[in-house]
Structure formats: structure tokens, C-alpha cells
């Protein structure tokens, strides 16, 4: 669904792309906004005090208030449907969990199969002709038949101690889809809340034969293509629902899906998932050859105030023997914390908690709608609580960048030098961006770590090297990381 940003808690938010850069390499600033922005600059954040730098910054377009589409979903093109006949049937299966109000299970032109108030409703052209209570919490699997006269729908549960079935025949719309886009939980009018449930085994039966989609364990990075029939069909995935989840064929046999994989071969679509935005750029910078390693920020200035957008400058040689990895996966885990009232009621006031809650942004930390956990997460979005200035509201005190810039402006009080990397340059380039230093620092909480990051570590100090760990509730999470 699509939403403005609401800037009553902080009037101006952003991200950089990419979140990290060496010299030489551009930084690119998107922001939104709700007051006239009346200067942008750069500061640096890891000196003692604050620095301003005359890098020149070009303004690319206007910063003004953006939108964002909240909810995830899966569709089928109409172009990827034209390269074939017709579509005699779909087939998929569906595990429904907290919905509330009107949502959409499947639309194609002037067919849909709603729900509504917790109950299976069929629309064409906007008249309801079925409306049959729905259950949740159980795998069931949807057909919908429009080789006959009338058009049928079939929904059958899997689990015998939860039985369901549901049969129906109407007079069903045109017999072909291919003008249309087929939808999976959303509307084609993005109009209304997405369908927070889990989908599976996406089948369509075409003069030409079956066409199948089967999801991957690993999130995709792209579109998905199906796995049978003579030409691939692409099924769109919008706003990074969650993959490798339990489907219908899960057992409790084994909870390793490298093993099983068609244990979890579902996904699970929530309505409050958000992709990496795609706002436009407005400012852009190329970091200077001479730049120095280390934490900087765009200070995005209006009349009486300001916010600063933090991002990363990397080494891009050697020049010290200490270096210092930078928590990224930690910092995009916390980031906009949503800590619900009902759950710390004793929590202080923050601005940037404020902006997640009036946008239904989400850590890692938190829940979607319908209570299952939050798991994915991009670094293209407003990270509203990685500030300089923030406090953690459940303790008032500095928490995860602010402590860390207390050690980097020390370390710069006292003449140490260092050079600086990213966690997830870690994960990219493994054991060869430590050769050549003595000794990694962590950061003051480097709680989230990939295979591939703790390996490199294993291995660097396996070769000599020393890992001087200066966190608490290190180490303590496997994640995986990709670019955006």
C-alpha cells in the first residue's frame, strides 16, 4: 500500500547509496523532507569535535516529501502471460494468518478472491458471488478451475485434524488471462493493506502444459522463473517477503533447509515489509582522493534545524596496523526500533523512535502485524535512530554509533591511527581485507556477524593476527548480508 512519509516526529530523513565508500567513489544522498531545505554539507563525526568539510556537493534534485509502498506481494506480468495461450487454472497453496479488514488473496482483471472479515469473499467486476468463512493457521490449497462453463474454486485444507473444504461454481469472467496481471496478496490498485500469509507451489495449467514456481531457501535477488513448462515465466517478488520458511511439506524432521529444502520451500508475505526504496536522488558527492578513513555524515540543514544521514568512508590501502570494522549488520538490526509502549513502559522519548512508529517501520527487533518476527531488513531506507546524538530510550544513554564514536574521536585525541572497514566489507572480501594488519578492533556491540565475517576472523587470527573485542553481546547472531 502506499503511504506519504509522515515527518511530524523529524522533518527531514534519508539514506546514502551506497551506505559505505572509499575515496574516490560517489556517495549519493536521498532524502524526504517537509521544509525547504537550505543547505546540505558534510561532517565528519569521529573527531573530537564535529568537522565541517568543503567537499563539493552537487544538488541533483529537489528534496520534498516522499512516498514509500508498504507490503509485500507476488505478481505475474501480463507480458510474461502473453507467451502463453490461456490459463486454464491456478493452483497454489495459502497459509492465512492475522488479517483484519479487506485484503486480497488473488486478482487477475475482474476476478478476485478477497478476504474479507475473516472470510473468503469472490468479486467479478466488483459483485461478490461467494462469501464463505475462512480459516487461518492451517496450509490450504486454492484452485480455481475456468476450463468449465462456470468458473470453479476449490479450497481444501492439509491438516485432517483442521478439515476444510469449500467448493463453488459461478459464471466466471473471460476464459483467458493474458491481458491481465495475476496478483499474489495485493491489489492491482495497491489501494489497501497487503495479505499478511504465507504462499506456496504457484501453479498455472496453460494449453502448453504446467508452469510451476518453486520459492528458493535463499532470498532471490531478482525475479523468480518457473521451474516447468516450454517458456519460463517470470513471478515477480515486491517489498522482500520473507523466503526459506516452513511450508505445507514441513514435518519437524529437520531444521536445516540446505537438508530438506522442500521443507521450506514457502514464503511469507506480511503487510508491513518494505523493500529498499527507490526515492530519487537529491544531492550527490565524490569523496575526495585525500579523505580519511572514518564515520561522516550529510548535515541536511533548514530554517532552525537539522538532521544528519550518516554513511561510511572505508580504506582503500593499507596505512595502518590497526583495523577498525565497523558494525553495519548491527547497526541495520537496531535500527528504527519500534519498542511498543505495551512492552517497555518505563522507555524514554527519542524522535527517531517517534518516525518509526508514525511510518510502521521495523527492526529486527521487532514484529510484523500479524506477530510473526521481523527478518529482513535493507539499508535503503531512513535509519532514523543511527545518529550521533541518540540515546537509547530504554536506558538513556548513548547506544551502539554514539558509543562507538567515543572511542574513534579518542582514538583521534590520542594521535592513534587506524584504517577502518565495514562488517560487510568483511563479508565481500573475507580474509584478505585483514592480511597486512596486526590487529582488528570491534566495535562497542558487534552483535551480528555472517559466516563468511566470522571465518575471516577465524582465519586471521589462526595466521597471527589479534582481535581486540571491545563490545558487549558479541558475535551472537549469524545473519546474511547482500548489497542492498
Known sequence: MKRAVNHDAMSVVG???????????????????????????????????????????ETVGEARRRHFDQGSFLFVRAGELAKVQAVHDI??????????????????????????????VVEIGGETLVEKKAPTGVWLTVELDLRQEQLRLRIKSHDRLAPYELHEGFAGPERTLQAHDIHF??????????????????????????????FPTLLP??????????????LDVINQPAFCVT?????????????VPSHYDAIHCHDDDIGPLEWPVSHRVTIPENAHPGVYAFQAEWEGGYERVVFFVTSSQVSSPLLYLVPTATYLAYADEYLPDHLYEWKGDDRGHRFAIANNLKSLYDYHSDLSGVSICSYKKPKVTLRDDYDYPLCGCPHNLPVDLHFLRFCHDN???????????????????????????????????????EQALR??????????????NGFAATVASRTT
Not at 535477488?221 to 517470470?234: E, M
Not at 511450508?247 to 537438508?259: K, V
Open 91 to 120: 493452483r497454489f497453496e495459502l497459509f492465512l494468518t492475522r488479517n483484519e479488514g479487506a485484503r486480497t488473496i488473488l486478482e487477475a482483471g475482474a476476478l478476485g478472491l478477497r478476504l474479507r472479515d475473516g472470510a473468503f
Open 185 to 214: 496478496g495485493a491489489s492491482a490498485t495497491n489501494h489497501e493493506p497487503t495479505l499478511n500469509a504465507k504462499f506456496a507451489a504457484i501453479r498455472l495449467d496453460t494449453p502448453q502444459g504446467t508452469v510451476a514456481w518453486d
Open 221 to 234: 535477488t531478482q525475479a523468480i522463473l518457473t521451474s516447468g513448462g516450454a517458456d519460463p515465466l517470470l
Open 247 to 259: 511450508s505445507a511439506r514441513w514435518d519437524g524432521s529437520s531444521f536445516e533447509p540446505r537438508l
Open 15 to 57: 539514506y546514502t547509496t551506497p551506505w559505505s565508500a572509499k575515496a574516490g567513489q560517489r556517495i549519493t544522498l536521498s532524502l524526504s523532507c517537509d521544509r525547504p531545505i537550505k543547505a546540505t554539507r558534510i561532517c565528519r563525526l569521529d573527531k573530537p569535535v564535529p568537522e565541517f568539510l568543503a567537499w563539493p556537493i
Open 459 to 472: 582465519q586471521f587470527v589462526a595466521e597471527g593476527g589479534s582481535i581486540a573485542y571491545l563490545g558487549g
Open 415 to 453: 594521535g592513534i591511527v587506524f584504517d577502518v572497514m565495514t562488517d560487510h566489507d568483511l563479508h565481500e572480501c573475507g580474509i584478505d581485507g585483514l592480511r597486512r594488519h596486526q590487529a582488528v578492533v570491534t566495535g562497542s556491540h558487534p552483535e551480528y556477524m555472517s559466516i563468511e565475517m
